[in-house]
């Protein structure tokens, strides 16, 4: 195995190379044709392509684009979006934040890459409207930005990502998950309005009442059908304090029990936040800021006499510390944890949900690591059929894995069918999140065999799971994603919005064009 994967490095090498190379020809095609006021935010250097001819995963090497743009103003995109539909031949766009795909889904070989944190210009972008029921955030902007933007208000949105160092448009072309979705749906559940530039150029404003179709469509829509340039996002008030906890279980039907008794609780009764975590055999807790070195050894006892442990983690948010207090002793009384491990800390709310950040800096090294993740949505009725044969079958013939197992329930009913976002038809699935991370590509070519085998053991044994931030490489593979209804109309909706796929290329959802006949756009703009 070794060799075949140093094989491939090399021909990912050539590639990457060879790709610069090929990027810098195709430049001459259309760029001389490209009016001053697109030319004059394009860099078509081979040191601003590098940057984005890779990214989070570490691993995906595509052809350098032919050029990064960096627009000032949603005009800017426009203009771009607009020539690009009308070249001869078209090129493709993709729109990309803070790089956090890990296939290669916001790459553009041989197209142009675009930049969107220079949109504004550098500018915050983010307003919180005057009654606080919402706030106005740029799709470049980060999620940390905009939950500091409205703490200064007093005020919150509903639902998060575990981390907030990702763009807006960003999470909400995927769904934008983490422990609260159980109560306030993704955050795309959680948005009034949208301000999207088409695959033609078009400036569009949409929301639940107005282009409703292109609203649903974008929402979890992959990047396939507009650029997100502003996002309206709902707001309450924040908490000021968290009370964090972790319980831990020897067996996972008494978590999964739990996890499902907590997420089924009325708001304000329950957790507001649930998640869990899956510890393999040979995984042991060190290192963390969240454990007392006292607790550390307790959970590493327990590791020792059991097989396979699992921690439930949980949040309550409050601003009264006695009401707090006996919410949580309640609730304590009613979960089935192993007695004397459970282990809690007090923080501030930004601190709460700032915390994967908080725990990378802590334990940030120079080593560039690769991530080979795979994500799951798992229907809650074959969580015992995974269990055996994933946790305690495929990974327990693993030496060695590195980065946290995430294991926790989601209510169907947050979510939007009509939304482009999919999830299994169950009222309750879990999410199944293998976040590994690799310091050698040799190391990377493991783990990316281990997600195969999880997901051919998933195919084989008829678990119907979904991918969240997909990745498939045939059109067959996603009609299966989307099942028949929904990827009729994601077709119909991509014919109507960017009938030449420029969109996104790197997604591999739509790689020829799904209308052949030029668009009047073109026809008039050459009359």
């Not at 930005?145 to 448009?169: F, I, K, M, N, Q």
Request: hydrophobic share 40%; proline share 4%.
């Amino acid at each position: 195995m070794a060799v075949g994967i140093l094989i491939n490095l090399l021909l990912l090498v050539v590639a990457y190379l060879a790709g610069a190379a090929s990027a810098a020809a195709e430049v001459s095609s259309w760029l001389d044709g490209v009016p001053s006021e697109i030319a004059s935010k394009l860099d078509s250097g081979s040191n601003a392509a590098a940057r984005f001819a890779t990214d989070y995963g570490g691993v995906t090497r595509a052809a350098y684009p032919a050029a990064v743009f960096q627009p000032s103003t949603a005009d800017d995109i426009a203009a771009l979006l607009r020539f690009a539909y009308c070249a001869e031949p078209p090129f493709p766009v993709a729109a990309r934040g803070n790089g956090h795909s890990v296939r290669g889904q916001a790459l553009a070989p041989g197209g142009v890459a675009l930049d969107m944190a220079a949109l504004g210009g550098g500018r915050n972008r983010i307003n919180v409207s005057s009654e606080g029921a919402y706030v106005d955030a740029g799709g470049e902007q980060l999620w940390i930005d905009v939950l500091e933007a409205a703490l200064r208000h007093g005020l919150s949105p509903r639902s998060w990502t575990d981390y907030l160092y990702l763009t807006v448009g960003g999470t909400l072309s995927n769904a934008g998950i983490s422990g609260q979705v159980f109560r306030h749906g993704p955050q795309i559940s959680n948005v009034y309005e949208l301000d999207v530039v088409t695959g033609k150029g078009e400036m569009i404003t949409c929301s639940s009442e107005s282009n409703r179709d292109l609203f649903y469509g974008v929402l979890g829509g992959l990047g396939q059908l507009g650029v997100i340039t502003r996002a309206r996002i709902g707001l309450r008030p924040a908490p000021a304090r968290v009370r964090w906890l972790r319980l831990f279980y020897t067996d996972l039907g008494n978590l999964t029990r739990d996890q499902e008794f907590l997420i089924s609780l009325p708001d304000p009764t329950g957790f507001d936040y649930v998640e869990g975590q899956v510890l393999l055999s040979h995984q042991r807790v060190d290192g963390s800021t969240f454990y007392s070195n006292q607790a550390v050894d307790s959970i590493n006892r327990l590791k020792g006499e059991s097989n396979t442990i699992y921690f439930l983690e949980g949040a309550v948010y409050y601003d009264s510390p006695s009401m707090a207090d006996q919410k949580i002793e309640d609730l304590m009384k009613q979960l089935n944890f192993v007695p004397g491990l459970v282990f809690s800390n007090d923080v501030t709310y930004l601190e709460f949900l700032n915390r994967v950040h908080n725990e990378i800096e802590k334990l940030s090294s120079s080593t560039v690591l690769l991530h080979p993740w795979l994500n799951l949505f798992l229907p809650k009725s074959r969580i015992r059929d995974f269990q055996v044969g994933v946790f305690g079958g495929i990974l327990q013939n693993v030496n060695h894995t590195a980065g946290p197992i995430l294991l926790y329930p989601l209510n169907k009913h947050r979510w939007n069918d009509i939304m482009t976002a999919t999830v299994p038809d169950e009222e309750v699935f879990y999410t199944v999140g293998f976040l590994w991370t690799a310091a050698t590509v040799e190391d990377w070519g493991t783990f990316d065999a281990l997600n195969n085998e999880i997901l051919g053991f998933c195919d084989q044994n008829g678990i119907e799971v979904k991918q969240y931030l997909p990745h498939y490489t045939s059109k067959l593979d996603w009609a299966r994603h989307f099942g028949l209804v929904k990827w009729e109309k994601f077709v119909q909706l991509k014919r109507r919005y960017d009938p030449k796929a420029l969109l996104s290329p790197g997604q591999q959802i739509f790689t020829t064009q799904v209308n052949n006949k030029e668009g009047r756009e073109c026809m008039h703009a050459k009359l």
